[in-house]
């Protein structure tokens, strides 16, 4: 837009931002590319199996085009393992199993049991999500975190935006370029290492635990958006991003990345980060958890509007 005439024209001062209502959309449906399969109607635990056993009809075709159905059987099949665990946890064999409480629980304020409750499911969280070893991010991870992995070398000697050649002063605009350069030049080869093939112990278990945590994390970004809740919305970016670069989301990858970026460190004035923060959500009808994501209103109202 830098033709326009004037400021508005050219757009002078405009945020971008993705919404949350097609952040959630895109985000069940990476989930959905790792975890479904119409092949696995007959393989007990699967989701497409659950799907078939609660009769979800809803569920079929694209997730984009039956979102609340799928959401409400990725919710169905979350609220069953999140059961399992609580069950395993606290050593019952069913529901109908008897609960130990504390003796005086009855005398708690409501305060204290969230917080006697929020003590007992911590320990749990902390085991199944976090110390699992079944990650699908593994290897994101092992580079992210290591500054000597050989997939860092070529960005190491990133300056003002291009890539500096390790042995001379050229500097190149991508890092693709710098590696022909250098592997033709100063005859620097490093081999990507080999990534470990992880040989699951049981494939049910480490599939299901997967669901759990992706589901979870969906669960997370869409109780935000009820609850309006704006700094857990944008946070929720950060754990989206490995997932749609796995399943080659580049436009909601890149949309993670912009979004961290203008809220996290420091790209935006105090005052316009906020605002990109908080201003999300609508509500239409008053009361707690009923707002809705400020793109999805509008979706609502090019709805009516077709309709009139």
């Not at 039956?66 to 059987?73: C, E, G, P, T, V």
């Not at 990650?135 to 975190?145: A, G, L, Q």
């Not at 890092?175 to 080999?194: F, N, T, Y």
Request: with cysteine; aromatic share 10%.
């Amino acid at each position: 837009m830098r033709n326009g005439q004037t400021p508005s024209d050219r757009l002078e001062g405009f945020i971008s931002k993705i919404e949350d209502f097609h952040r959630l959309m895109n985000f069940l449906e990476a989930i959905h590319k790792q975890t479904y399969s119409t092949d696995s109607a007959s393989d007990r635990g699967t989701l497409h199996y659950y799907r078939n056993l609660t009769n979800a009809r809803g569920a079929k075709g694209k997730v984009k085009n039956a979102y609340r159905d799928y959401k409400m059987l990725y919710n169905a099949v979350l609220d069953a393992i999140c059961s399992l665990i609580f069950l395993k946890e606290s050593g019952m064999n069913d529901l109908e199993g008897d609960f130990l409480f504390p003796d005086d629980f009855p005398n708690f304020s409501s305060r204290d049991k969230i917080m006697w409750f929020n003590d007992l499911i911590r320990p749990m969280i902390q085991k199944y999500f976090f110390d699992s070893k079944t990650d699908i991010f593994d290897n994101t991870r092992e580079i992210v975190s290591d500054q000597t992995h050989p997939e860092n070398y070529w960005i190491s000697n990133l300056q003002d935006g291009r890539f500096k050649c390790h042995h001379c002063d050229k500097t190149y605009a991508q890092a693709g370029s710098l590696q022909v350069h250098e592997k033709k030049i100063h005859q620097v080869d490093i081999p990507k290492p080999r990534k470990k093939k992880y040989v699951p112990e049981d494939e049910l278990y480490d599939y299901i635990l997967s669901v759990f945590k992706l589901v979870i994390l969906h669960k997370n970004l869409d109780t935000a958006v009820d609850m309006a809740d704006g700094p857990r919305s944008v946070r929720s970016a950060s754990y989206e991003l490995p997932l749609y670069n796995k399943t080659n989301k580049t436009k909601y990858l890149i949309g993670s990345i912009h979004l961290a970026a203008l809220t996290k460190e420091g790209t935006l004035p105090c005052e316009l980060r906020e605002t990109l923060i908080a201003n999300r959500f609508v509500n239409l009808q008053g009361g707690r958890s009923n707002n809705l994501a400020l793109d999805e209103y509008v979706e609502l109202l090019n709805r009516d509007s077709k309709i009139v």
